[in-house]
């Protein structure tokens, strides 16, 4: 499809086990950017990944997340050793990213739960 | 570094009647503004973005805000709401040539029939 893909749609996982997201841009979108949404807290910017630059990882909210995008493309969200606390919305988003004030497109989100 | 305030997590109105969400920025530097909307079981989809140029943007479903750099507010309105408008909206901002955008907690906004 044209928009922006993510999988899976819904996830349920032990507490302490690894998951991985994974998010598929929108064609020759060069601006990725991870969101958490959670009742209460709106959107909470995770990490942001521009062309080849270094990803602003700035809003990972511990060292059990990290994120990687492959060959400007495809993203890997991945969460160790889940904790209850994870459990969220995470939201993928992509842009042009040739000028600022671009429209940010999202996916679904990928729903965790973590139980 | 920039920051977005809703003040109002939810907003109840009566159908036709006006209605006013509002948002406020912090940054430093020239920002681009955003209305993000999401719908009841649907994903965020932009409604309306200041850049540059006139301080009041439209919308295609009748909103609209205006960019006041003095209060640095982005607040946006509608004269008269329609039950379809009832979703999630979320304020967002991004600074100058950076484009990480920061978004709002969001406003519910619920139209009662």
């Known amino acids: 499809g044209a928009g922006v893909s993510q999988s899976p749609s819904n996830k349920v996982t032990e507490k302490g086990k690894d998951v991985e997201l994974r998010c598929d841009p929108i064609?020759?979108?060069?601006?990725l950017y991870w969101y958490r949404q959670s009742l209460g807290q709106g959107l909470e910017f995770l990490i942001y990944f521009q062309g080849n630059s270094a990803p602003d990882k700035s809003g990972l909210p511990s060292d059990r997340f990290s994120a990687e995008r492959t060959g400007g493309s495809v993203s890997t969200l991945t969460i160790q050793r889940t904790q209850q606390e994870d459990s969220a919305v995470y939201l993928c988003?992509?842009?042009?990213?040739?000028?600022?004030?671009?429209?940010?497109?999202f996916g679904e989100g990928s729903w965790l739960t973590v139980v | 570094a920039q920051s977005v305030t809703q003040l109002d997590s939810q907003v109840p109105v009566f159908e036709e009647a006006p209605v006013e969400l509002r948002c406020n920025y912090s940054s430093s530097v020239s920002v681009y503004l955003f209305w993000y909307v999401q719908y009841p079981n649907q994903g965020l989809q932009l409604l309306l973005k200041y850049l540059s140029g006139s301080t009041l943007v439209e919308s295609i479903n009748g909103f609209e805000a205006e960019f006041n750099k003095s209060q640095t507010s982005f607040h946006l309105r509608k004269p008269s709401v329609h039950i379809s408008d009832t979703a999630e909206y979320f304020c967002a901002v991004s600074e100058g040539s950076y484009q990480k955008v920061t978004f709002g907690t969001g406003t519910k906004l619920q139209v009662i029939p």
């Open positions: 064609s020759g979108h060069t601006a």
């Open positions: 988003a992509s842009s042009l990213g040739d000028t600022s004030g671009n429209t940010i497109y």
